[in-house]
């Protein structure tokens, strides 16, 4: 691949873009003259940019095109991921280093005279998605592209993507990000594969047809999908797969109706409405968003992936559709894309006239579901009036699924019609909803967790009564990440040092990451590390004072939360912790306090208002603490601002200690928890989620755990839980709750806390912060006293670096190709 010759494609004769710094030189300054018009002197920052990614684009192109073809001819079995959401982040110097050119491109940009680094930060980051599941869904596309398994990932082309946070007054502000404001180098526009959706109409039966049998589906409004795709290149390796994003354009036959009869401001309208569907993210996470546009979303890119899979499959097998389990399997990222299902169906039966039974069966084989929350607000359902309007035609096929699926439910549970009534895709009531998880789990052959804990919960919680039916069908697969972006890229220096340590095998094969523990003792390799982890966080100062102007002082403990605010996720007990140490180091109890800052970022939706308040305290009680002179050598809090992967990537090198401390039973895995270990930081987490598995692989002295755990929460509340006891009884949690309650930190409106108080006390406390208090104020003092113990502390760094190979996305993407989806590894060859 990385050969500088000639080569044909297509017949054409084409130049193999050379990998050598002076045919890197070559393309960067070829395209900054001929593609923007500007020569080394009047280019702006801007410039440089797009110029070197075009460059970078040129070399992924022919191996991308390679890729396609072998897939076609070798006619291998793909899969296709559906996601709501992929945070990818920054792509010039992930994919300089996937094709194995970083260090030449460096090298090159910097003898021309130019920053290599304020080049690279001229990219957005792409922010299409929330928080934990859009990253997972970039991981896995860089796991599957690294493993050389045939993907194709699908999601929305959002032309906003997450909101862009501002801090004023102590507030969280949503400003507009419209990254596409600038050209996307990495997006390449596929007219030839648009697709038309639909949306509303009405259904027509042949007379006294069953809804089984074709139907047709008229007077629809339809919308033009148009995609655009990204390569997707594996690690060093000859494959690129595609992440193909779709964009909704209006179909203008309809606009020009109305544009001849003279209604312009209609014609206008209805274009802006079609296109409206991928115009904006919505930014909420782990909540609900029950807006018809929403759903809109939700159809409109799985119909368009579908339609997709299928001309592919035909154009491959012909209209066999027996073989499409054989060809395809097609990944629900949660219950976003679960309309797949009943979308399939309609295809199948509809268009291309299969019976009922024999569509049914096929779908079964070919769908799989994750799970990845058990907040019961979380789950998806939608009003059965809205999809009736919206999709009147899938209404139909669900009710027919529905029925198929009671039926068995009652020849195996005959008379109970409790169970049927709760296992039913349709929830009765006041208003009746279509269940998206009951949808998703009766179309899959596959329904997983993402952590082992989670999973075992999902099992006998929320769809116990799946599981005792169908138990073959439940499994876990606990998240990851990728080794490339999480410690390759963002880490250099770390890199550098476990390779000189234990050779670079562990970057290709990470289960060599474990050899590093038999340097845990080595005085040298302690001496580097600590190094290592000191020009870390002098890295991160630096940024913060150039992009936030405030400082903070590398000699301290940076202990660190980022992540998206939710009560659930408890940075309430952070803080109030915070509060408490500072009561104690400013009224003289604390006497042995080691100095540390103390970290937040995150988004908060917008419309979650005690998220937002959240935001709020933790701003002023940091204004208040960072102010007062007495204390300021001892603590200091900083939230910082627009938490987004970029920023994650000098954060988490850059941190001591790791908050993983959500309420037991309600993480469904975190992926943030093994970054931040992976990059040497100690984590102080409750036994949720993931941490439960990360302390099993670093040793439980290796990890500062606390509080309850999921059972003992849940023993608690059914006992009845009293907050209030634990108010009474410990001190410096009644000082910390007393000092927001009575408005030190916002005088001039002493209540503006109130709610956040009363949540904790009167409100019931629900995600248990009082129980939970004490210990982890002694487990922090438990890490703090660690800190002292230089030697141990190293050693219990290098430990959870070591022993991080479990938790990379690649060893999560084997288990998934292996166990659910039936997929091997198709190594592409370098040429035809
Ligand atoms: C719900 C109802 C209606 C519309 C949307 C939603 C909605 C939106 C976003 C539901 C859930 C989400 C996002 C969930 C999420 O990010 N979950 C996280 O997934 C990670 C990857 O598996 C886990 O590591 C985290 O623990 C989990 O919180």
């Not at 068995?408 to 019609?417: E, F």
């Not at 009564?465 to 972006?485: A, H, L, V, W, Y």
């Not at 301290?556 to 939710?566: A, E, G, S």
């Not at 703090?784 to 190293?794: E, I, K, P, S």
Request: some cysteine; overall charge negative; aromatic content about 10%.
């Amino acid at each position: 691949m990385n050969s500088a010759k000639d080569n044909t494609l297509n017949g054409w004769k084409i130049h193999h873009k050379g990998m050598l710094k002076d045919d890197m030189r070559r393309s960067f300054l070829s395209n900054l003259t001929y593609n923007l018009g500007k020569d080394s002197r009047t280019s702006s920052l801007y410039d440089q940019y797009l110029s070197f990614a075009y460059a970078i684009r040129e070399r992924l192109i022919e191996q991308w095109i390679l890729t396609q073809r072998y897939y076609h001819k070798a006619n291998v079995k793909r899969t296709a991921y559906l996601s709501l959401e992929y945070l990818p982040g920054r792509l010039l110097e992930m994919n300089c280093i996937n094709i194995g050119i970083h260090e030449t491109s460096r090298q090159m940009i910097h003898e021309l005279g130019l920053n290599f680094e304020q080049i690279v930060h001229e990219e957005p980051d792409a922010g299409l998605g929330n928080g934990g599941l859009g990253r997972l869904a970039s991981c896995f596309m860089d796991s599957m592209a690294t493993l050389q398994i045939p993907a194709i990932g699908y999601g929305i082309r959002y032309q906003y993507g997450i909101f862009k946070q501002q801090i004023a007054g102590f507030r969280q502000r949503e400003v507009p990000e419209e990254w596409l404001q600038i050209i996307n180098p990495w997006e390449i526009e596929r007219p030839e594969y648009r697709v038309r959706i639909k949306f509303g109409g009405t259904v027509d039966h042949a007379p006294e047809a069953s809804l089984r049998a074709p139907a047709q589906w008229n007077d629809t409004e339809d919308v033009i999908a148009m995609p655009y795709d990204m390569p997707v290149a594996g690690f060093q390796n000859t494959t690129v797969n595609t992440l193909r994003l779709w964009s909704a354009n209006s179909t203008n036959e309809l606009d020009l109706q109305e544009f001849n009869r003279g209604d312009y401001a209609k014609a206008c309208d209805s274009k802006i409405e079609s296109e409206s569907i991928s115009k904006v993210l919505y930014p909420s996470d782990n909540t609900p968003a029950g807006k018809e546009l929403r759903l809109k979303q939700e159809y409109f890119f799985t119909s368009a992936s579908l339609q997709d899979i299928i001309r592919r499959f035909r154009q491959d097998n012909g209209d066999d559709f027996g073989l499409f389990p054989e060809k395809v399997s097609i990944h629900l990222n949660e219950t976003h894309p679960a309309l797949a299902i009943p979308e399939l169906m309609r295809l199948f039966v509809d268009e291309y006239h299969l019976e009922w039974d024999t569509a049914r069966g096929i779908v079964t084989k070919v769908f799989a579901y994750t799970n990845h929350t058990l907040m019961p607000e979380a789950l998806e359902k939608w009003p059965v009036k809205m999809i009736e309007s919206l999709l009147p035609r899938h209404m139909e096929i669900i009710y027919e699924i529905n029925d198929d699926f009671l039926k068995t439910v009652i020849g195996r549970y005959p008379h109970d019609t409790a169970r049927m009534r709760r296992m039913s895709i349709i929830e009765e009531g006041y208003e009746r909803h279509v269940r998206m998880a009951h949808l998703a789990i009766v179309g899959s052959h596959s329904v997983n967790g993402v952590a082992a804990l989670h999973s075992q919960l999902m099992q006998q919680g929320i769809f116990r009564d799946f599981n005792e039916m169908s138990p073959d069908i439940f499994n876990n697969k606990t998240n990851g990440i990728t080794p490339r972006r999480w410690i390759y890229k963002c880490n250099p220096l770390l890199t550098d040092l476990v390779s000189r340590t234990i050779g670079n095998e562990w970057i290709t094969d990470f289960s060599h990451l474990k050899e590093l523990a038999g340097y845990a003792g080595d005085a040298a390799v302690h001496e580097q590390w600590e190094l290592v982890k000191r020009k870390n966080k002098e890295r991160l100062a630096d940024i913060l004072y150039r992009w936030e102007g405030f400082s903070v002082d590398p000699h301290m403990i940076f202990d660190i939360q980022i992540k998206r605010i939710h009560e659930y996720k408890r940075q309430f007990l952070n803080i109030l912790h915070c509060i408490a140490l500072y009561e104690g180091i400013r009224s003289g109890q604390i006497t042995d306090a080691v100095p540390r800052t103390v970290m937040f970022a995150g988004k908060a939706a917008p419309g979650y208002y005690m998220a937002k308040l959240i935001i709020e305290l933790i701003n002023r009680v940091a204004y208040t603490i960072n102010k007062d002179k007495k204390t300021k050598k001892y603590l200091q809090v900083h939230f910082i601002p627009n938490y987004r992967v970029s920023l994650a990537e000098y954060l988490i090198p850059a941190a001591d200690i790791s908050e993983q401390i959500s309420t037991a039973g309600t993480e469904a895995s975190g992926t943030g928890n093994m970054k931040f270990a992976l990059n040497g930081a100690l984590t102080i987490g409750t036994m949720d989620g993931a941490n439960i598995e990360m302390r099993e692989e670093v040793g439980k002295d290796n990890i500062f755990i606390f509080g309850l755990t999921a059972d003992e929460v849940r023993t608690l509340k059914a006992r009845g839980y009293n907050p209030q006891l634990y108010y009474d009884t410990s001190e410096p949690l009644k000082q910390a709750f007393d000092l927001i309650e009575k408005g030190y930190f916002c005088p001039e409106d002493p209540h503006h806390f109130d709610p956040l108080c009363h949540s904790i006390t009167d409100g019931g406390d629900p995600f248990v912060i009082m129980a939970d208090f004490e210990s982890y104020m002694n487990c922090h003092r438990r890490i703090t006293t660690a800190y002292l113990d230089t030697v141990q502390w190293n050693r219990m760094s290098i430990l959870n670096t070591a022993n991080m190979a479990k938790f990379s996305s690649d060893r999560t993407i084997r288990e998934y190709a292996r166990d659910i989806w039936g997929i091997d590894a198709i190594p592409v060859p370098e040429e035809e």
